[in-house]
Structures are given as C-alpha cells and as structure tokens.
C-alpha cells in the first residue's frame, strides 16, 4: 500500500469484471460452483482491500444477462450462493459504512433473492463511506433499452433528452462514471458490462483467475491506472 502514497490519481470508481471462477475450479478437479463460492470470499476481501484504499466506489460484476445462457444447475447454485452470502455481506456493510446497491432487472431472480435484495438496500441506503454495487442480472444493453422505455414512459418530450437526462435513467444513476474496469481471467472484452458508462474508463486486464485476485494485483492495476494519462479528447499538455 505505501507505494500508493505516491501516486498523483487514484481513480474514485472502479468496477470489476470477476471472471475465472470456472476455470479456477476446474483446475483443481473441483465443481464451477465451488468456483463461484471461492469467488465470493475474493469479492469480500477485494471490498475491504478497496476501503482500506479509500475508493468511494467499487462495482463488482456477478451475473450478466447473457449468462442466463449456462445450464439451469449453474445459474441456480449461482443464485443460492449469492442469496447465502448476501446476509453477512449486509453486517459488514453496516458495520462499516457501505451503501450497498443493485445494478440489474429483479425481475427473473429468485424471489427469496430479490427479497434479500431488497432489505439490504434499504438497510444500507444512508451509508457513506463507500457504495459498492452488485452488478447481477446485468447487463449494458438491457440497462439502455429500459432505459429508453421509461423515458418514453414518463412522457419525456425528445427536446429534453440529452445525456445529462439520460444517464438519470441507467441503473447507475448517482453513481459516477468508472475510471478504471479491471477483468480477471484473460479474456480482453466487455462483455455487456457498463457499456454506456465505460465510454473513457481505462482498462486493465489481467490473466489471473477471479479467486486468485488479491492485494497484489490489485496494487498492480491502480499502479498502471496512475500512469496512464486521460485526455477526454482533448490533447496532452505541453
Ligand atoms: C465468472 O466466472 C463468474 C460468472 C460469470 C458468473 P466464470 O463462471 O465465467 O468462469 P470461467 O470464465 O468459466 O472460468
Ligand atoms: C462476464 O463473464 C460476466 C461476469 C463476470 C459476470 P463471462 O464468462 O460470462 O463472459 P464471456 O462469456 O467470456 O464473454
Ligand atoms: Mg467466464
């Protein structure tokens, strides 16, 4: 962490593309779902790795819409974990100061889940020292189209709509764009994850798998993230 000290920007948002928990277990000649219990305990240690660090915040990308896709024993154990481990989340995040938020449709989860759900937004809503959003039933277009349709909903007149006013209506509305996306586990796209948001994020990909992630690499990505130079189009400074 001392390292850190020196660095002149440390991005106020990052969001995390947890992928590798499959892959992680399958080398083990483990189930993928012991992948994705694995996976949550790194999520866990990642939030307060991040608190430490004091970046107000994180967003952790669980489940896209697209996997919806894996076979029905995956997504359902996906879902169960979630729905077990979302409890102590929830201590934790009272404890210390979290605003826990969902980024995604409740509609299709488990009821019991989205119930959960619920109660841990409400609970958590007056944090303040960071707000971590769960990204799960998620899914970039999803979030544009819907989006769209409540714009049309509540009879927005076109005039009116510009980017300002549009953001307004995403799942991440009051939460400020990424500046840095990280994605565990080698592969070099997006895949449907804050697609609107992104559009000036760096990005930072590593080969480690998501359950292997860990203080280390997590130093690495905010070093690299330090030394790049953003310019929002505009040209460098002399
Ligand atoms: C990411 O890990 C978690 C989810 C998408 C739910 P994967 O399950 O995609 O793991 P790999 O990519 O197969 O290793
Ligand atoms: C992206 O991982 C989604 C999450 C990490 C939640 P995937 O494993 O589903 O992505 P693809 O299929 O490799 O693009
Ligand atoms: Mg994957």
Redesign the pocket.
């Known amino acids: 962490m001392t390292k850190l000290q020196n660095l002149k920007h440390l991005p106020q948002h990052v969001a995390i593309?947890?992928?590798g928990n499959?892959r992680w277990a399958k080398q083990r000649g483990l189930p993928r779902l012991a992948g994705h219990r694995q996976g949550v305990s790194t999520a866990q240690k990642v939030v307060e790795t991040f608190m430490e660090y004091e970046i107000p915040y994180l967003t952790l990308?669980?489940?896209?819409t697209?996997?919806w896709n894996r076979p029905k024993r995956e997504i359902e154990g996906i879902f169960k974990i979630l729905e077990e481990r979302l409890e102590e989340g929830v201590k934790f995040a009272r404890k210390n100061g979290i605003r826990i938020c969902h980024l995604g449709k409740p509609d299709g989860l488990p009821l019991r889940l989205q119930e959960r759900v619920k109660r841990a937004l409400e609970i958590t809503q007056n944090n303040a020292r960071m707000t971590l959003s769960l990204?799960?039933n998620y899914g970039g277009r999803d979030e544009i189209v819907e989006a769209a349709r409540r714009l049309i909903t509540e009879g927005i007149s076109p005039p009116k709509i510009n980017e300002k006013v549009f953001r307004q209506y995403l799942y991440t509305a009051n939460i400020p764009d990424p500046d840095l996306i990280v994605r565990t586990?080698g592969?070099m796209?997006l895949?449907n994850?804050l697609i609107w948001q992104s559009a000036y994020a760096e990005i930072y990909f590593t080969p480690v798998l998501w359950p292997d992630f860990g203080n280390e690499e997590i130093e690495k990505a905010l070093i690299v993230y330090g030394q790049r130079q953003r310019r929002f189009g505009s040209l460098p400074p002399d």
């Open positions: 593309i947890m992928d499959g990308y669980a489940f896209s697209e996997n990204a799960f586990g592969e796209r895949s994850f």
